[in-house]
């Protein structure tokens, strides 16, 4: 759970660092790099910590599938709120298959 905790403050971070400026498009674009820099040096001082805690439990593929399913719905959360864009039908149908990966990633075969 303590990785799955980490991974999620991680994409938080990382979400605000990548797509946070989109608000602010007149802003420099030298601004907007400098401050995703400094947001996502924050995304790393959990997400490093979050891999090597979890590595122990899941394999690094499963620890991938875990942060790109939380990365999506992150991201859904992050596109509504904050940018006031919704998520088209197919937006949702596309997430949801690659969710669905996550059966084959986790699957003992």
């Known amino acids: 759970m303590t990785t799955i905790l980490l991974l999620t403050v991680s994409n938080i971070f990382m979400t605000i660092a990548w797509y946070g400026h989109l608000k ?3 802003s420099l674009l030298w601004k907007a790099i400098l401050i995703s820099w400094l947001i996502a040096f924050v995304e790393y001082c959990f997400q490093v910590p979050a891999n090597r805690i979890g590595h122990y439990q899941f394999t690094a593929a499963q620890l991938k599938t875990i942060q790109e399913v939380i990365t999506l719905v992150v ?9 006031k864009e919704g998520l088209k039908w197919n937006t949702l149908v596309g997430f949801s298959m690659m969710i669905g990966a996550v059966f084959f990633i986790f699957k003992e075969w």
Do not use: A, E, N, Q
Request: glycine content about 0%; charged content about 15%; hydrophobic content about 50%.
């Open 24 to 26: 602010y498009k007149d």
């Open 75 to 83: 991201f859904c959360i992050f596109s509504v709120l904050y940018l």
